[in-house]
């Protein structure tokens, strides 16, 4: 699988990466743990988990997914994989963790018992990046990357990264790293797929200008892109049928990626793929390996025959009269998402 390096750093990965937010809830430890040998087999290197995974989260298993990690990484040489995972900021989402009752920030604190307990659980001296996963908007970003600086002076990180950040949060942490001497965020992970192109608004011209990386989750749109929603189906155990039991702001969310709008377009690429002979799943992921930002497009799975396509994204190229339909679909479709 060929490799990409993650920003300025001197992180080389490869093009996909494995995400591991089902680990230790819709993938039980043995399904998660047959889940990384493939991955790994197929040429995945770059392992992306977090402190608050699984997702959705058991108070009795958050934590699981980084656990699941290293148990696995235990088996293997330690260089042989980049590490990803990330603390937990002030869970500004749509889902909350039962972790340190709720209350947390991103300041030093929290930031370094984060650290800690993720090396724990990874079974591992050093993280090759650590992300935050949600913005603190009212902490001054130079508290929150003096820590992380401290970090990677320690040797406990390599690199950092941000996640679910605006173009005026991500700039505005560069300019701070520039002015203070300090880390700079590497990377950051946003939700992007053909169903959500909102990060090519403002993010992409600076992740461009600034040699930050794009590592997108959810290509896939949450599985609408796999055209299991077709025709209004709800499948048992899917994502956003599962979210039809949660709170309203979580079921208006899922309505947005849902509804008749995105379903209609979801049907519409699925069509430009098979004039590719391409599956849909497929596509999708090869779609965002297109973009010039993008590090390595992060996939997931609850059972190991699920990678099959995606992990043929990686080979999969996609003729330019298609990208150009997939960008006329966008244009008639457009909305806002995310």
Same mark, same amino acid.
């Given at each position: 699988?060929? +490799? !990409?390096?993650?920003?300025?750093?001197?992180?080389?990965?490869?093009?996909?990466?494995?995400? /591991?937010?089902?680990?230790?809830?819709?993938?039980? &430890?043995?399904?998660?743990?047959?889940?990384?040998?493939?991955?790994?087999?197929?040429?995945?290197?770059?392992?992306?988990?977090?402190?608050?995974?699984?997702?959705?989260?058991?108070?009795?298993?958050?934590?699981?997914?980084?656990?699941?990690?290293?148990?696995?990484?235990?088996?293997?040489?330690?260089?042989?994989?980049?590490?990803?995972?990330?603390?937990?900021?002030?869970?500004?989402?749509?889902?909350?963790?039962?972790? !340190?009752?709720?209350? /947390?920030?991103?300041?030093?604190?929290?930031?370094?018992?984060?650290?800690?307990?993720?090396? !724990?659980?990874? @079974?591992? =001296?050093?993280?090759?990046?650590?992300?935050?996963?949600?913005? =603190?908007?009212?902490?001054?970003?130079?508290?929150?990357?003096?820590?992380?600086?401290?970090?990677?002076?320690?040797? #406990?990180?390599?690199?950092?990264?941000?996640?679910?950040?605006? %173009?005026?949060?991500?700039? #505005?942490?560069?300019?701070?790293? &520039?002015?203070?001497?300090?880390?700079?965020?590497?990377?950051? +992970?946003?939700?992007?797929?053909?169903?959500?192109?909102?990060? &090519?608004?403002?993010?992409?011209?600076?992740?461009? @200008?600034?040699?930050?990386?794009?590592?997108?989750?959810?290509?896939?749109?949450?599985?609408?892109?796999?055209?299991?929603?077709?025709?209004?189906?709800?499948?048992?155990?899917?994502?956003?049928?599962?979210?039809?039991?949660?709170?309203? $702001?979580?079921?208006?969310?899922?309505?947005?990626?849902?509804?008749?709008?995105?379903?209609?377009?979801?049907? $519409?690429?699925?069509?430009?793929?098979?004039?590719?002979?391409?599956?849909?799943?497929?596509?999708?992921?090869?779609?965002?390996? /297109?973009?010039?930002?993008?590090?390595?497009?992060?996939?997931?799975?609850?059972?190991?025959? +699920?990678?099959?396509?995606?992990? %043929?994204?990686?080979?999969? !190229?996609?003729?330019? =009269?298609?990208?150009?339909?997939?960008?006329?679909?966008? #244009?008639?479709?457009?909305?806002?998402?995310?």
């Amino acid at each position: 699988m060929r +490799q !990409r390096r993650l920003g300025s750093s001197g992180l080389m990965v490869s093009e996909i990466g494995l995400g /591991t937010m089902t680990f230790g809830s819709m993938a039980d &430890e043995a399904a998660s743990l047959a889940i990384l040998n493939k991955a790994f087999d197929a040429g995945v290197d770059f392992i992306d988990a977090a402190e608050i995974y699984p997702v959705p989260p058991d108070a009795k298993w958050v934590g699981a997914s980084e656990e699941i990690c290293g148990k696995w990484l235990a088996e293997r040489p330690r260089d042989s994989v980049i590490l990803a995972t990330k603390v937990a900021g002030p869970f500004g989402g749509w889902f909350r963790a039962p972790i !340190r009752n709720g209350k /947390t920030s991103l300041d030093r604190h929290h930031i370094e018992r984060a650290v800690e307990g993720s090396l !724990r659980r990874l @079974r591992t =001296d050093y993280i090759d990046l650590y992300q935050t996963h949600w913005p =603190d908007p009212d902490l001054p970003i130079e508290e929150t990357l003096e820590a992380l600086d401290r970090l990677v002076e320690e040797g #406990k990180v390599r690199a950092v990264g941000c996640s679910n950040q605006t %173009a005026y949060g991500l700039t #505005k942490s560069l300019w701070a790293s &520039e002015r203070g001497g300090l880390a700079r965020y590497q990377t950051i +992970q946003n939700n992007f797929s053909l169903l959500n192109r909102r990060f &090519e608004d403002e993010l992409a011209e600076a992740c461009r @200008r600034e040699r930050v990386s794009l590592l997108p989750y959810s290509p896939l749109a949450g599985g609408v892109l796999s055209g299991k929603y077709r025709d209004g189906a709800r499948p048992a155990g899917a994502r956003f049928t599962r979210y039809d039991d949660h709170d309203a $702001r979580t079921q208006a969310m899922a309505k947005r990626f849902v509804g008749e709008r995105p379903l209609e377009a979801a049907a $519409r690429f699925a069509k430009v793929a098979r004039g590719c002979d391409l599956s849909p799943v497929t596509f999708a992921i090869a779609w965002t390996l /297109t973009k010039d930002f993008v590090g390595s497009t992060l996939i997931g799975a609850t059972h190991p025959d +699920q990678l099959d396509e995606t992990l %043929a994204g990686a080979e999969a !190229r996609i003729p330019e =009269d298609a990208l150009a339909e997939c960008d006329r679909i966008a #244009k008639e479709i457009r909305y806002p998402l995310g």
